[in-house]
């Protein structure tokens, strides 16, 4: 027969349980990986794997075709967008740009542009929060703003993908996410290049970038940077001369679940 004393323990473990559990499937994480070298495939380890297979989020493709995904993250405008968009129409290029409040409010004309030239806009949330500091009602405000906004100035309906501010996630915040319709997108190529005050030249960028391209690989590079701009031309020649094509992040669902995301 349980004591008293073994009864107020139960009772008391059943209820800070779902507290427990909580917080551990809200433990943030930070994305990295192993990164790509002699066109060997970028590892982000099988934790990692594991998470993202668990809520069908994605950085990279099978591996098995020569294929990359150019994405980009806008938080704010610094000039260079148009430069790049005009690289991207030259070379018939297609991108993902993940934008924020910030960015449709002071940039309009460019996100109009994207759409127009057929490019994936996707969601970077409203006002650039911690997704695993918010709490569900603002987490989804954040996304729904940014999607109710892209839609009123572009007429784009659809917005499927999403790249939570500075790679912080958890399995909370995926979960949550993909049960609003959203597949994470984060990234197996990148550069340090955000830093606007630290631009180390075109052909910094350019090397960096093109030390880590394996198939399947995503890009992740941001619009603030002058190197980007003036790099990328020779990022997408050289690359197509090794054979590589670039495609949409709607391919990218095709190659890695073999259906179409819409």
């Known amino acids: 027969m349980w004591n008293k004393s073994l009864v107020l323990v139960v009772v008391f473990m ?9 917080a551990d499937v809200n433990t943030p994480h930070g994305w990295g990986f192993k990164r790509a070298h002699d066109g060997k495939s970028a590892d982000a380890g099988a934790e990692y794997e594991s998470i993202l297979e668990n809520h069908d989020a994605v950085y990279k493709g099978t591996g098995d075709k020569k294929t990359l995904y150019l994405t980009f993250d806008n938080g704010y405008e610094n000039g260079f967008t148009e430069q790049i968009l005009d690289v991207l129409k030259q070379e018939q290029v ?6 924020t409040g910030h960015y449709i409010r002071t940039a309009g004309d460019l996100v109009k542009r994207m759409v127009d030239e057929g490019h994936v806009v996707g969601n970077h949330s409203w006002s650039h929060p911690d997704f695993t500091q918010t709490s569900k009602e603002e987490l989804l405000k954040e996304l729904e703003k940014v999607r109710q906004e892209t839609e009123a100035l572009t007429g784009q309906k659809n917005m499927q993908y999403v790249r939570p501010p500075r790679g912080v996630f958890s399995e909370r915040t995926l979960a949550l996410i993909k049960e609003a319709g959203y597949t994470h997108v984060f990234w197996s190529v990148s550069v340090v290049d955000w830093n606007t005050d630290a631009q180390k030249g075109w052909q910094h960028s350019y090397d960096h970038i093109m030390e880590q391209l394996h198939p399947g690989a995503v890009l992740l590079l941001h619009t603030v940077s002058e190197d980007n701009a003036k790099a990328l031309q020779k990022v997408i020649q050289d ?16 190659e890695v679940t073999g259906d179409a995301p819409f």
């Open 239 to 254: 690359a197509k001369s090794e054979g590589y094509t670039f495609q949409s992040l709607d391919q990218l669902m095709v």
């Open 14 to 22: 059943l209820s800070v349980l779902p507290y427990l559990a909580s």
């Open 94 to 99: 297609p991108s993902a740009f993940f934008i």
